[in-house]
């Protein structure tokens, strides 16, 4: 079955960097984007970024830009976000999904996040 | 970028029917996905883009939409249902952007 495990817990002081990995199964890596999206204390869910594991390239929301990097390995199959410059307002479960893909067409399917991983907790305090 | 608009809270009588609504401008372009999160775990989908259910999400879960807004309806809530359910759609731009609406918290009386 498809699923998608991420690493564990972290735990960063302020200022710090922090990279979190994502690592599906069950399908061909190259084939579908991953979406990472994150979750702040109480609060609700908020995207953050997208990467085509094919070509690596990605799109991130305004507010991330120039602050989060996604990257792909397709050697181990294995998604990273890296986030830089860590302040106590990223305290936050970050969870990567899987997306789309597109056809030789360029017409896309499966626009929708699923499956989830089980999400990793960042805690930024000094 | 687009915006999302959901009720904060909603509340249904054991086995009843709900509606969760999601607006925005997005919705006139882009057809809506939903997610449940119960307390503590990753979200999951009940609802993809097309209107359909995922294997293993119960048939008591819907999805339909009109112009702007999209809608979940329970039919014939029970008390696993309780949790925050979210929309989400792609950005109306078509650009590689996606959105969140910002969710719906369900109680089941």
């Known amino acids: 079955q498809v699923q998608l495990v991420q690493s564990g817990t972290e735990v960063k002081e302020p200022g710090a960097s922090v990279k979190v990995s994502c690592k599906p199964s069950?399908?061909?890596?190259?084939?579908?984007?991953v979406h990472w999206v994150r979750q702040a204390p109480g609060q609700g869910l908020e995207w953050m970024a997208i990467i085509n594991p094919s070509d690596k390239r990605a799109d991130y929301a305004e507010q991330f830009q120039g602050r989060v990097t996604l990257t792909s390995d397709t050697p181990t199959t294995t998604i990273y976000m890296e986030i830089s410059g860590l302040t106590s307002e990223d305290t936050a479960v970050y969870y990567c999904a899987r997306g789309l893909y597109y056809d030789s067409f360029r017409i896309y399917y499966d626009d929708w996040f699923h499956p989830w991983g089980q999400g990793t907790l960042v805690t930024v305090s000094s | 970028s687009s915006e999302l608009t959901q009720d904060p809270g909603v509340s249904v009588a054991l086995g009843q029917t709900v509606k969760i609504t999601c607006q925005g401008d997005?919705?006139?372009?882009?057809?809506a996905s939903w997610y449940q999160q119960k307390a503590g775990q990753a979200p999951i989908l009940v609802i993809n883009?097309?209107?359909n259910r995922p294997s293993g999400i119960p048939d008591r879960f819907s999805g339909s939409s009109s112009g702007n807004t999209a809608s979940l309806t329970i039919t014939g809530a029970q008390a696993e249902d309780e949790a925050d359910y979210y929309c989400?759609?792609?950005?109306?731009?078509?650009?590689?952007?996606?959105?969140f609406g910002g969710g719906t918290k369900l109680t089941v009386l």
């Open positions: 989400n759609s792609r950005d109306i731009s078509g650009k590689h952007l996606w959105v």
């Open positions: 883009s097309k209107n």
């Open positions: 997005s919705l006139k372009r882009f057809s």
């Open positions: 069950g399908y061909i890596f190259t084939s579908y984007y």
